[in-house]
Every structure is written in C-alpha cells, then in structure tokens.
C-alpha cells in the first residue's frame, strides 16, 4: 500500500499513469514517450552542465572521450556503470549529485519544490511549449488542491452507472428476501414453536453475526470452491467441479446475497421476534376461537402489530447494506471483472487497495462522501421517524 | 402459543433452511481434527497436523501467539476505553443538565446511526499524518471511538431507567453526585456495564476492516488479518489448516456466545449496528 498521501505537503513526481491520463486530454504523445521512458544518455550538454556543477574534470574528461552518447535504462544501471570508471566519483552523494545532468527523463523521479521542478523539465530538453509546462507542473503535484474534477468524473465514467445498479440490486435483493424476508419467516415460525424449539434455531440463525467476518466467509469459500463441498456433493451426480462463488456473475451475485442475507436476518428475527411476544395472548387466543387460520392469524394480527419494527429494520438495513463491503471484499472481492462491485467497495478499492497500485485517495474519498451524505440524510430521517424527542428529553434532577 | 396444527412441517422446513449453516459449522469442528479424501464428504483419519501452527510457525507468517496477544491488546484496549468514556459521559448525559446537552446527544445518535465504516479513507489519511498508521495504539483509538456512540447509547438507556428516587435519597443524604454515581447508580446498571463490555470486546475481537487497512505489517496484526492474509498468499488451498486457524481465532467468540446468548442477543437486537 502506497504512503504518499501527499497531506504532508505535496511534491512534483511525474508517473506513468499521470502520462496516460495527459495523453487521453490530447497531449503531444511523443513529448510524453519522452518524458516516460526513463534513460540516462552521455551527452555533451549533460557533461558541460556537470563541469559547470564542479563534477571533477577528470570524470567529465573519461566520459567525453569514451563513453559519449552512451544510453542507460534506470538510474541504477548508470550509477552502477559511473561505479567502474577509473575516475569514479569517491563518495556517494558524489555519485547522486553527478547521475541527475545526464538524465534524459524525470519519470517516477521525486521533487521538492515547483522550481527544482521546472528546471528539471527544462533541462530534459524538449522545446515544451509555457502551456505544456504548467500542464505537466499541474498534473504531477501530489499535494492539496481544491477541485471538482472527482466529482466530475464521477458523473462521467461509465463504471459509475454500473457500480450504482450493482449496489441498488444488491441492498433491494439483501434486504427483501432475507433481512427483512427471511427474518419474518424466521421470527413467526419460531413464535409459534415450543420454546426450547424456537432458542435452538434462532441460536443457529445467530451464529452467522456472531462469528468472525473472516471466518464465516472462509466457511462460504469452503462450501462453494472447486473442491469445495457443494462439488463434492455433486460430483456425484456428475456435475464438473467449479468455483460456484466465482465462475459466472449471477453465481457470485447468489453468493454474495447469501452471505449477507444469513448474517441480516438474525437482527430482523430478534427484533421482530421481541416485538410480537409484546402482543396480547388475548388477540390471539380470540381468533382462533372465532376459526381463524394460522395465515389469517399472521396477516391480520401479527403483522399490523409488528408494523413499526418492520419499518426500523429496513430503513436501519438499508442504510447498513449501502455502507458495508466487508463481507463481498472478502468473497468475490467484486468480481467476477466488476460485476459484484458496488459502491463501498468501490471506494475502498479506488483509495485504499487498487489492483494497479495507483492509489486515487481523493476519486475513493469522494465516492464515500456520497455515501456520508446519504447515510446523514437517512440517519436523520430515522431518527425523526424513531423516538428522537424522547430520548433527547431533559433530565429531572436539577430542574 | 396455541397447538392447533401440527409442529412438524414448520420444523422439517426450519431445518432445510438451516442445512447451510449446520454443514459449515458442522465441518468447521471435523475438519480441523481429520483428513478428507479429495471429493469425499467423509473424513478418513484423525490427525492433529492441522493444529501445528499452534507449535510452528506457518511458513513466511509471524508466530501465531503474536497475533493472538496483538489481538488480545486491541479488543481489551477497545473495551477499557468504551467502558469507562460511556459509563461516565452517558451518566452525564442522561442525569446532569449540561450545557449543549441536547446538541451532545444528537450528535452521538446521529454517529451511531450512522454507518461510519464510510470515513476509513479520511481515517487511513489521518492516522498517516499524526504517525499513528501501522500502529496498535493507532488503531485502537479508531475502533474505540466509533464504538462510543454506541456505548454511550447504550448505557444512557441503562441510566435512563435508574429510578430518581435512589440518586434523590443519596443527594439528600449529602452523597457529591460522584459518590452517588459510584455508589448508587453504578451498580444498578451493572447488568447494562457487562453486556457492553462482552459486546464491545467481541466486537474487537472480530473486527478486521480497521486492522487490514490501519495496521497490516507483521508485528501488529491481529488474527482477524492474520487469517485473511493467510488465505489470500497461499498458492494450494488447505482449508483444514485455515479452519484450523479459524477456530482457534474465534474459540473466545464461541465460548462468550454459549454462556451469554441470551444477553448478546439483547444488545444487537436492540437497534444496534447491524
């Protein structure tokens, strides 16, 4: 995981991907292969720049008569070969003072300053052009800057319409079939066992919450790989083995709704569970006199009953399932391509944990700030919804 | 409840919801202790080899006892400090006419409502300008401060339903409200004290988002990220081994869960993070 936030003051680095970008906004692409192949070269512009800087005469002398016009790949190779002169720099900050007149490139190389910058770039040679400058001295700073371009890209990027129906799919199919769903199912049909019954399966429902993110969905991983069980099982049927978390979209989808789903009906069953032991035998008791069914009993009792919990639990669930990622970063991670990429994780990834390794603090941030703003807005809509007066009433006792 | 149908189709139908979880747990305990063959359901063997971790490091890992006394750290440090900021601000919150009372509690029921797992980028940044990134004291204070508005929710219920006559009888009695509070109030949301202490420590203790992205290098890591490392780098799956680790990883989880279920159920069904 790269360190350079650039919070601590920004620098001027120059990296392949900030090359590509320029070239995607129609910057000259020979200029940029320039810039971006990184080469040491002998040159009698560099020698004379290294003689003005007191390099020893004799070092400037060895290279002009023998080695002009050599080239060099990486810095490393040229200190190396500066290394085996019969003048050789003795020191080696004599060595790094010397290599940096000969460079003919400044990619991944890293500045302090705008000024030490701009004379790099010039020193490089190219003819840039004022505009062409700035852009190059603008794209390469690491540091603060205030801009609207992430949100910009936001509303541009094609992934991020994808990224938003992935997450819609995922936080309405979650939600309905298992944390809410699921949850009923579970609540009523153990309010009607025999208790011992009921504590058993509700222990076992709970499990899932309880155990370890990273355990559970190992289990997932267990039940659903190529050697997995659910192979073993048909094997036998002679279905060929497959990765059933990971071969086709709608199996990862299956899978990450599954995983999710049996960690969020426990909180539904618990919650609805207490609110229906809340309702009046009497209710119940009455109907069954009068010959109603159990459906009927369910329908027109439970339900109306349990209405508001119902309500709590999905406003809370939907605003959980938009903002966690755990459990699909640890599963499908996303994948198959991008299709289990919602929007969390979406974040995460583009911050924190990108596959290729250019890190985009501020594109992953703003994307969560969309997610903070959302979350505000429905954790005060459910705090108005939910007994928010009566929790912030004043105390008694020094009034 | 009323027997007037039969239990059994509602039983056998609970059940076939319940196959998944019962396999995987199920297997979870056998396979830690025995051999499978490839494509078999069965095990054939007995064996220990899959505890050796316990003895031997696992190639290319720290020792496992090391992540375990990281993680042991991490979730008592997370539960010290939940414990006493909430036991104390809560009782201020709930008892003593602060000012700016009232935008004190709106804004610890607007954090706990709100999921803040969405603030690790801003976290990650910060924790790497004050030098805290890569730390165990970093990523302590993190978890423990977005568990707080939870704790403090918590426990402001548990003294919100302290009766007044108990703290009005000691401050007649010329109790300071702190001696009230230490020895009147206090013991009365005992209950409240221990299930948040159980709840913020298991929370710790499975806690793995915060580790990974906070606090991954080898000498600080907690097991949750030791695990998930170990499942990521391997090249042939063993999954006995990592079930193995699992199990070891979670036997807290699952002895606190089997003495204090009913409790446990309590607090994460009390409109609690979900």
């Known amino acids: 995981m790269s360190t350079s936030t650039g919070i601590t003051g920004g620098s001027y680095q120059t990296t392949p991907s900030i090359l590509r970008s320029l070239a995607d906004q129609g910057f000259d692409r020979s200029t940029l292969k320039h810039i971006g192949t990184e080469s040491y070269l002998v040159s009698e512009r560099g020698l004379q720049a290294a003689a003005k800087a007191g390099t020893k005469t004799e070092l400037v002398e060895e290279l002009r008569e023998r080695y002009l016009g050599e080239t060099f790949a990486s810095r490393r190779l040229f200190e190396r070969f500066l290394k085996t002169l019969d003048n050789r720099p003795r020191s080696t900050r004599a060595l790094k003072t010397t290599s940096p007149y000969f460079r003919k490139s400044l990619i991944n190389e890293r500045f302090n300053g705008e000024d030490e910058f701009r004379r790099a770039l010039k020193e490089l040679g190219l003819d840039l052009s004022r505009e062409q400058t700035d852009q190059l001295v603008r794209a390469s700073y690491t540091g603060w800057i205030w801009t609207l371009e992430n ?20 936080v309405a199919s979650t939600l309905l079939l298992f944390n809410v769903g699921f949850a009923l199912v579970l609540a009523i049909t153990t309010f009607y066992l025999p208790k011992g019954q009921a504590a058993i399966f509700r222990a076992l429902w709970f499990l899932p919450r309880i155990t370890p993110s990273v355990l559970y969905v190992l289990l997932w991983k267990w039940l659903t790989w190529d050697t997995g069980f659910i192979n073993a099982v048909v094997a036998n049927f002679g279905v060929t083995p497959r990765n059933w978390m990971l071969d086709t979209a709608a199996n990862a989808w299956v899978t990450v709704i599954l995983i999710n789903g049996f960690i969020g009906a426990s909180m539904g069953m618990i919650i609805f569970s207490s609110a229906m032991t809340a309702i009046p035998k009497q209710m119940l008791y009455a109907s069954e006199v009068d010959g109603a069914n159990r459906w009927q009993q369910i329908r027109h009792i439970i339900l109306p009953q349990i209405k508001w919990p119902i309500l709590f639990v999905t406003v809370y669930q939907t605003l959980s399932l938009l903002t966690s990622f755990e459990q699909i970063f640890l599963s499908t991670d996303g994948g198959p391509g991008s299709s289990t990429e919602v929007w969390a994780l979406s974040a995460y990834h583009n911050a924190l944990d990108n596959y290729w390794g250019n890190l985009q603090y501020g594109y992953g941030a703003s994307l969560a700030l969309v997610l903070v703003v959302v979350g505000v807005i429905m954790s005060l809509l459910y705090l108005r919804l939910f007994r928010f007066k009566e929790l912030v009433k004043l105390p008694r006792i020094e009034q | 409840m009323s027997h007037n149908l039969k239990n059994w189709p509602i039983v056998v139908g609970l059940i076939l919801a319940t196959i998944p979880i019962m396999l995987m747990y199920l297997y979870l305990f056998v396979d830690t202790f025995t051999d499978t063959l490839p494509g078999e359901m069965i095990p054939n063997r007995f064996t220990l080899v899959h505890w050796r971790f316990l003895w031997e490091n696992i190639e290319g890992k720290a020792s496992v006892w090391l992540a375990m006394l990281n993680t042991l750290i991490f979730a008592g440090s997370v539960t010290l400090i939940v414990l006493s900021v909430s036991s104390t601000s809560s009782y201020a919150l709930s008892r003593l006419n602060l000012p700016f009372r009232r935008q004190f509690l709106v804004g610890v029921l607007l954090l706990h409502a709100f999921p803040s797992i969405t603030l690790i980028i801003a976290i990650f940044l910060i924790l790497q300008m004050v030098g805290l990134y890569n730390t165990l004291i970093g990523v302590i204070l993190v978890k423990a401060s977005l568990q707080l508005p939870l704790g403090i929710w918590i426990m402001k219920g548990f003294y919100d339903s302290v009766p007044w006559e108990i703290e009005m009888a000691g401050i007649q009695d010329g109790a300071s409200r702190f ?74 989880v699952i002895i606190f869960y089997l003495f204090f279920q009913d409790k446990l159920m309590n607090i994460y069904g009390g409109g609690t993070k979900g």
């Open chain 1, 151 to 170: 949100f910009r890209k936001m509303f541009l990027l094609p992934e991020t319409r994808q990224i938003l129906l992935n997450t819609g799919f995922y």
């Open chain 2, 179 to 252: 001696t009230v509070w230490y020895r009147l109030v206090l013991p009365q949301v005992r209950p409240g004290f221990f299930a948040l202490g159980l709840f913020s420590f298991l929370e710790g203790w499975s806690e793995y988002i915060l580790p990974t992205v906070l606090a991954p290098a080898n000498d600080v890591q907690v097991l949750s990220v030791f695990l998930a490392q170990l499942i990521q780098d391997d090249q042939h799956f063993d999954f006995n081994l990592f079930k193995s680790v699992g199990l070891f990883y979670a036997t807290p």
